[in-house]
């Protein structure tokens, strides 16, 4: 099994372009979700699923989309780039109908706005 | 609605010393507890999880963390860190929708 795959690793914008981080699990977990973390304030969710077809907002959803069309894949828009957006983007996918509470975290997407 | 607080951002410690990363938290639902670690330039990885049961939960790589409800705390423990534990730590406390709320992280590092 691959876990949850992120890419690219990296990315470097321009203000006002548009973009799509993709995220992929083979775990078949119904839950994902996309993180950012940026210095001195720890990850937060900027949008989650709990299945194919359902999303919700997070904490910091402004300015991104998400959509689930397959368990798999959980990619998120960029929709306009902006300086603020410069993060670390990580996605997480888990199973707690399993009892599989907890996410498991891909290796991250390092985006910089200039 | 859920929060963690991490009352430290650097703990600074020598190798073979004990340590403890303290973690507080606030939640309206069940109690799930979590400690993830994150290595330089790297994903986050779950170190250890409190869902129900003994308060006391042994984790990977020798850490532990006691589950205290009555002080709402989930504090981290080593009794003997190695140079390779530098790392960042963060606290988290499940929400509703399998959602986690995260600490701000409380920086390790260990020194010979």
């Known amino acids: ?32 979700s996309w993180y950012r973390q ?29 959509s689930r069309s397959t368990t798999e894949d959980f990619p998120l828009r960029l929709l306009s780039a902006a300086p603020s957006q410069t993060s670390v983007y990580f996605c997480a996918s888990s199973n707690p109908e399993r009892g599989g509470y907890g996410y498991t975290f891909g290796s991250g997407t390092r985006l910089t706005v200039v | 609605a859920q929060s963690v607080t ?7 410690v020598f190798e073979e010393a004990p340590v403890e990363l303290r973690c507080n938290y606030s939640s309206s639902v069940s109690v799930y507890l979590f ?16 869902l129900s049961g003994s308060t006391l939960v042994k ?40 959602k986690l709320t995260f600490g701000t992280g409380t920086q390790l590092k260990v020194e010979l």
């Open chain 2, 35 to 50: 400690w993830y670690v994150q290595y330089p330039n790297q994903g986050l990885q779950l170190l250890l999880k409190y």
């Open chain 2, 6 to 12: 991490q009352l430290d951002s650097q703990v600074p």
């Open chain 1, 1 to 32: 099994n691959a876990g949850v795959t992120q890419t690219p690793k990296f990315q470097v914008l321009k203000t006002g372009q548009s973009m799509t981080l993709q995220c992929a699990q083979d775990m078949n977990h119904e839950y994902m």
């Open chain 1, 38 to 66: 940026d210095p001195g304030m720890g990850l937060r969710l900027i949008h989650y699923s709990v299945g194919a077809g359902i999303t919700d907002q997070g904490e910091v959803p402004n300015g991104y989309n998400v």
């Open chain 2, 59 to 98: 984790g990977i790589n020798g850490f532990e963390a006691e589950f205290n409800k009555s002080q709402t705390s989930f504090h981290l423990r080593k009794p003997s860190v190695h140079i390779s534990d530098t790392a960042e730590y963060f606290c988290a406390v499940k929400g509703g929708g399998n």
